[in-house]
Structure formats: structure tokens, C-alpha cells
């Protein structure tokens, strides 16, 4: 009786505690569903802020917008646009001897590029001063004018300007000049120089031409065979560089060239090897207006004088100069100025070019 008693008293004491349980679960659950709601709100709210910056935002970008069209807006002025000449405003051509190409302008204002209007024609084939005129007119009626002026000049003859003896020192210092006036030369190299130099020099549109690999008189004119050999070299030297095979050459001292007697023995070298370029296909090269910078000139002014005394006028004019001295060299921009003022055109040597060969002595 006593244990029966006993369970029937412990689930008295299960009942008595029930109900505790039940209050504290029903708390929690009326927790959560406080929280949900409060986080609901909470959310909402977000998502009405978020909607209201965005509006915000697009109100703002709006208004900026309309602002900056309304800055962008040309103000009335009374200044003209400034109109600028593509390529240079003077150019000077010889009759029938060059190409005119109408490079254009541009116009430009506060409100932005104007549209330009050309008048002028240039007849390249008579000689005579040419204007073409550009005209450019804002839209509030300020206009502005400017003028590119062309010379053609009568041909007076072509210049053939020749270098011997580089690569050296002063040969980029020249091809800087040559490219300046986009002039095209002829270059008579040796094993001398850099072949970054040759290199330029082909790249950059000129003729190459072979000196001898040496230029060692005494070894040279000592036998057909050496100078063959000495040739050959330079060549090889220029078509490892270029890939191109050179046959244009010129003779260290020129064809008509006496010193070949002190090492010769007798066998009038000169007129042995003259024929020798021409059964194997080369072409050689003298001059007819040397510069003296090999002997006599000293100074830039003294070569410059010694070149346009000697120019032949209406003729063919193998200009002799050295690339190694620096006041030859300097000379050069003069010479061409002077050139192309007074009607001479500018070429390089060809197979076909005049050759302006000397009389052969030995």
C-alpha cells in the first residue's frame, strides 16, 4: 500500500508541475512572434528608406543633368574660331618635277569644330605663286580666314647628294637633316660605323652604295684581286644588314684617282677595274661638284660655297661629300635650303642615274 501511495504522490507532484511548463511556452512562442513582427516592421521601413534614396538619387542625377546641358550651351560671342593648317603653310615645288597634296584644315570654337570651306587651285606643271584660302564661320556669325602659300618653281636642275667613307660619328646628326626635309642621299660605305647606322640608312628610303671594306689604298690598288676581295666584303657587310645586294660603288679617290700608280707596279689598275665593274654588273660612281671637304674646306660655310657655286643649272649635279666631318655635315640643312628656294630637286643614285664619271689616268 505504502509504494502505491508513493506513485500515486509522484504523479500528483508530474501534474502539480505541468502547468509551469505550459506558462514558459507559451511565453517563448508569444517572443518569437513579437520578434517576427519587429523584424517585419523593421524590413518594411528598409525597404521604404531604400525607395526613397534611390528616388532621391534619381531626382539629384536629374537636376545635375539638366544643369550641365544648360552650362553646354553656346553663349553668344564675338570671337572668330582659330582655324590651323595641316601640314606646312609654305611649300615650295618645282614645275613639273613634284606632287601637290591637299592636306585640309581644321576650325574650332568655344561651342566646339566649326566646318571649314577651301578655295585655291594649284597647278603644279607652271611655275608661279598659288594661295589656298580657309574660311571658317561660327554660328553667331564670327568668321576667320587664313591662306597656305605654294611656290612652283622653274627646274633649275637635280641634286645628287653623295656621302663616302661611314658609318660615322656624324651620320645620324645628317640623317636627322635628310629626314627633316624628306631628302633622299646616297651613301658610299666601308666596314667603318655601326650597322644600326646602314641599317637606318636603308630603312629610312636611301641609296647604299660600297667604297671598298677597307679603304686601305695601299692594299686595295695593289691588284685587281685585292680590290675584289675589299668589295665583296663591304657588300656582303650590306646585305647582312639590309638583305639587299648592293652594285652601285665608287672607287676610293674617284676613277680618275693618280695614287693607284704608287702601288699598282706599273699595271694601270684604274683601267683594269673600271672594266671589271662593268663586266660584273656593277654600277660606278664619280662627281662633277665636289665640296673640298676632303681637302681644302675646313669650315661648314667654305663647303656650303664650294656645293651651290659648283650646282649645274639645268643639269646633274653628283655632290662629293664625307660623312666623318662634322662641318661637311653641317653644311647640309644650307645646301638644302638653298636647293629647294632656287628650283633643284633632290634624288638619290640609281643603276640609271648619271654617273658623272671622271676620265680614267691610270
Known sequence: MGRRNRKVGKLDDDKQIAPEFAVQKTLKMRHRRWWKRRLLRLGCLGIVA??????????????????????????????????????????????GRGEYTELGATAIDACGEVAVEMEGEVDVNTAGVYRVFYSATDNFGNAAKVRRKINVLEYHGTIYLTFDDGPGDYTAMLLDVLAKYNIKATFFVTNNGDDAIIAREYDEGHAIGLHTASHNYAYIYASVDNFWADLIAVQERVARITGYTSKLMRFPGGSSNLVSRNYDGGKHIMSALTALMDERGFNYFDWNVDSKDAGGATTADEVYNNVISALKIGGESVVLQHDVKSFSVEAVERIVQYGIDNGFIFEKLTADSFNAHHGVNN
Open 50 to 95: 531604400l525607395s526613397i534614396v534611390l528616388a532621391v538619387l534619381l531626382v539629384t542625377s536629374t537636376v545635375m543633368t539638366k544643369v550641365a546641358e544648360q552650362q553646354n550651351v553656346c553663349q553668344p560671342d564675338e570671337e572668330a574660331p582659330v582655324i590651323t593648317i595641316n601640314g606646312d603653310e609654305i611649300i615650295t615645288l618645282v614645275a
